[in-house]
């Protein structure tokens, strides 16, 4: 088992930018999540999937996107990439909402 | 507001001494909690969890204890490690819907020296 798996490592966009990170588990996981780490804080929530089909939006979505593409995958995307969102960005994984959450190694974005 | 937050953001033992990291939340509706390892370039690693009709919850060198009179959540590290150096997070939900996502605290970092 792989666990969560990101892609890609590394990324630097130029403001205006767009690019999509990926995911994907292979624990047959329900729920995925992606959230965003900058430096000497806690991880906030940007978009959610509780289910194959579904995503809602966490405490900081503005200028993101998703897409739960199959109960393996959910993509997180920016459509206009913003200096304010050089981050690292982590996706994870439970098997039901309430439950433990495995995270993926992340993504070091810069925007420039 | 809402928040889950750690009393101090720095903490440095000895190789072997007991560790005590603490988190206080403010949301008395919430009903699990979970405390989360990060080593450096790396995700959070799940270490422990505890749900709110329990008080205390024992791993392998790990205990975690809930308060939830004044809404205080401890993690202690027995006979701690060098590997056990790392950003340690509380993290907390409410509800028991499919796909709740967690709010976490701003960590402790823990820094062991032998």
């Known amino acids: 088992n792989a666990g969560v798996t990101q892609t890609p490592k590394f990324q630097v966009l130029k403001t205006g930018q767009s690019m999509t990170l990926q995911c994907a588990q292979d624990m047959n996981h329900n729920s995925m999540y992606w959230y965003r780490q900058d430096p000497g804080m806690g991880l906030r929530l940007i978009y959610y999937?509780?289910?194959?089909?579904?995503?809602d939006k966490g405490e900081v979505p503005n200028g993101y996107n998703v897409s739960r593409l199959n109960k393996r995958e959910f993509s997180l995307r920016l459509e206009s990439a913003a200096p304010s969102q050089t981050s690292v960005y982590f996706c994870?994984?439970?098997?039901?909402?309430?439950?433990?959450?495995?995270f993926g190694p992340g993504t070091r974005l810069t925007v420039t | 507001g809402e928040s889950v937050g750690l009393h101090l953001p720095t903490l440095s033992v000895q190789e072997g001494d007991n560790s005590i990291i603490n988190c206080a939340y403010s949301n008395s509706a919430s009903d699990y909690f979970i405390w989360y390892k990060q080593e450096s370039g790396k995700g959070p690693q799940f270490i422990i969890d505890?749900?709110?009709?329990?008080d205390k919850r024992q791993g392998q060198r790990v205990t975690v204890l809930l308060n939830k009179t004044v809404k205080h959540l401890s993690l202690q590290i027995a006979a701690t490690q060098p590997g056990d150096s790392a950003v340690y997070f509380c993290?907390?939900?409410?509800?028991?819907?499919?796909?709740?996502?967690?709010?976490f605290g701003k960590g402790t970092t823990l820094s062991v020296s032998s």
């Open positions: 993290a907390e939900t409410k509800g028991n819907q499919a796909g709740t996502a967690l709010i």
């Open positions: 994870a994984s439970s098997a039901q909402g309430h439950d433990e959450q495995y």
């Open positions: 999937s509780a289910s194959e089909g579904t995503t």
């Open positions: 505890i749900r709110s009709n329990m």
